[in-house]
Nanobody
Framework: QVQLVESGGGLVQAGDSLRLSCAAS????????MGWFRQAPGKEREFVAG????????YYADSVKGRFTISRDGAKNTMYLQMNSLKPEDTAVYYC?????????????????WGQGTQVTVSS
């Protein structure tokens, strides 16, 4: 099992940037396929970005492609989500998640470990 703690959320204006962090304990981040998800009020939790275990391949939802970048730092045992050119529609609680498989999955049910979430609010 791995424990995940997100941080870095906040209130920003449209066009600004934020970097979210997901600190892991218990296991190293490179031994998990990890993802970022988000959930806006009244909506289902949706996939944002993922990074595969070992190789570190990445995959993004179309809505964030070109604006968000997922990465990880093994030395800090932390995963990041760099978010640029933020839009009001990016407003949501952002969650990091981990699964033991090698492939990036976009369904929440495929992930076994979740953080508590961090709020991102983008004003227009």
């Amino acid at each position: 099992q791995v424990q995940l703690v997100e941080s870095g959320g906040g209130l920003v204006q449209a066009g600004d940037s934020l970097r979210l962090s997901c600190a892991a304990s218990g296991r190293t981040v490179s031994t998990y396929t990890m993802g970022w998800f988000r959930q806006a009020p009244g909506k289902e939790r949706e996939f944002v970005a993922g990074i595969s275990r070992s190789v570190g391949s990445t995959y993004y939802a179309d809505s964030v492609k070109g604006r968000f970048t997922i990465s990880r730092d093994g030395a800090k045992n932390t995963m990041y989500l760099q978010m640029n050119s933020l839009k009001p529609e990016d407003t949501a609680v952002y969650y990091c998640a981990a699964r033991g498989g090698y492939n990036i999955q976009t369904m929440t049910a495929q992930y076994d470990n979740w953080g508590q979430g961090t709020q991102v609010t983008v004003s227009s």
